[in-house]
């Protein structure tokens, strides 16, 4: 049972490969018994919602039990009548459970700084946008070539036009989110760092990239890393403070 647990929440917290993920939602469609357990976890879930650490994870696990031992009985029968007889249930317990994903992704993606940060890097970084004082060309190309997700000449490009003065913030903030965008977070923050630096800048964006990288990178330390920063982008009003202080509250 307490695998099953951990299964199911593995998917709701976005552990779990694509391929995973894939047998997983299969796993709903055709056998009712884990379509119910699913249910079960949801509804369970929602009662404690707001409470994911140790005393209420038992209490989850406790609720769990309890509730996966009434409804045994109701497992078993589903299991022992034959398909026919149970066609109405079977795809009443099948529609629920996908729906009831279907939110509870959302769910669950609201609450990971990890999945907050990537659903903002889908939304807002995959394509970079030419500044209005952009005049070189070779800016235009990198960001062309970063467009047409030719990293490798994109990076070239930035990488040759950090060290030039009037183009090197724009440039640097590009190699940030390119390395951002390919999951090199070591290297992004570094340059989201660098960016950081330029005090003459009518708006600066590097401390809040630094924090979206540092929450996508999810390693030990980093969500409170991230919150010291959005706290300092939110009471200087920095680039990103209005998302900041949606995010905040999650970290």
């Not at 593995?10 to 995973?20: A, I, P, Q, T, V």
Request: with cysteine.
């Amino acid at each position: 049972m307490i695998d099953t647990i951990e299964y199911i929440e593995k998917y709701f917290r976005g552990n779990l490969s694509d391929e995973e993920k894939a047998q997983f939602e299969r796993k709903c469609e055709v056998d009712p018994a884990f379509a119910e357990e699913v249910g079960l976890y949801i509804s369970v879930r929602d009662n404690i919602r707001k409470g994911l650490h140790a005393e209420k994870k038992r209490q989850f696990d406790g609720m769990y039990k309890e509730r996966s031992s009434k409804n045994k009985g109701a497992t078993d029968l589903v299991k022992s009548r034959p398909f026919l007889k149970n066609i109405r249930t079977y795809i009443t317990l099948t529609a629920a459970c996908l729906l009831l994903l279907l939110g509870w992704m959302v769910f669950f993606t609201e609450s990971s700084p990890k999945q907050l940060a990537s659903t903002y890097i889908e939304n807002n970084l995959q394509m970079l946008s030419v500044p209005m004082d952009a005049s070189q060309d070779s800016l235009q190309l990198g960001i062309g070539a970063f467009n047409q997700q030719d990293y490798v000449s994109a990076e070239k490009i930035f990488r040759s036009l950090a060290n030039q003065d009037k183009l090197a913030p724009e440039a640097i903030k590009n190699l940030g989110i390119l390395y951002l965008v390919t999951d090199e977070y070591d290297k992004a923050i570094r340059e989201f760092e660098v960016l950081s630096e330029f005090t003459n800048l009518r708006a600066n964006p590097g401390a809040f990239y630094k924090a979206v990288t540092l929450m996508k990178r999810d390693e030990s330390g980093d969500a409170e890393k991230a919150k010291e920063i959005l706290e300092d982008v939110i009471n200087k009003n920095l680039p990103g403070s209005k998302e900041a202080a949606k995010w905040i509250n999650e970290l």
